[in-house]
């Protein structure tokens, strides 16, 4: 049986805003597998914008656990979640909460103090809407030029090569599909996977 240690543990959050040296930005990074190793947290990290992979050792994370409101449809449920107590959290950021993805509406401090952005730490109740609608991306080629739209899908929504769509105003048909890690010729993938879709205007934009 293994043994179990009775001293408390680091928990190992679940998603951290980081620096992605690809995107050149602080963006959000999903912890695909994390331990406590010691007094430091191992992390393999995958950058939720870019989809880059990386492996960091942290120190000493302090962690607080913030009560989470979460809003779907007409219903919400309650939860909380362990973040880093030195992050910053603004309005509009988006965080996984026991897996599910949300977007900040709103921050409380203490019992009902609204604010933009405030330290983890501080933080009484995080507001949030479940966020699962992810933003693909095309570039349509219309006889000598390229033009660029997008469409809002569920994440689990498929695209396939072959597949007619509208994007911006103009009908294309996709032949090539860009996902994170490969550029498909044929087949389908799911838009959370998508990173662009490549189509040719069928007909030119409307007049
Ligand atoms: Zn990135």
């Not at 959000?28 to 190793?37: I, M, P, R, T, Y």
């Not at 933080?123 to 030029?145: A, C, H, Q």
Request: hydrophobic content about 35%; glycine content about 8%; some cysteine.
């Amino acid at each position: 049986m293994e043994q179990r240690y009775a001293r408390p543990t680091m928990p190992v959050p679940g998603a951290l805003y980081l620096e992605c040296e690809p995107c050149e930005d602080i963006t959000l990074h999903e912890v695909v597998h994390g331990k406590v190793s010691g007094k430091r947290l191992e992390l393999h990290l995958q950058c939720k914008e870019c989809g880059t992979k990386s492996f960091q050792v942290r120190d000493e994370v302090k962690m607080s656990s913030v009560k989470v409101v979460i809003s779907d449809g007409d219903r919400s449920r309650k939860t909380s979640l362990d973040i880093e107590s030195d992050e910053v959290l603004m309005v509009g950021d988006e965080l996984l909460v026991d897996g599910v993805p949300v977007q900040i509406r709103g921050i409380e401090l203490g019992t009902d103090k609204r604010v933009d952005s405030a330290l983890v730490a501080k933080i009484g109740t995080l507001w949030t809407v479940k966020f699962d609608k992810v933003v693909v991306k095309f570039s349509i080629n219309v006889g000598p030029r390229t033009k660029a739209g997008s469409q809002i899908a569920a994440p689990d929504e498929e695209f396939t090569v072959g597949e007619m769509v509208e994007v911006a105003g103009v009908e294309a048909v996709i032949h090539r599909i860009k996902t994170w890690d490969r550029l498909m010729q044929r087949g389908s993938a799911e838009a959370r996977d998508i990173r662009r879709i490549y189509g040719r205007a069928i007909r030119g934009p409307r007049r």
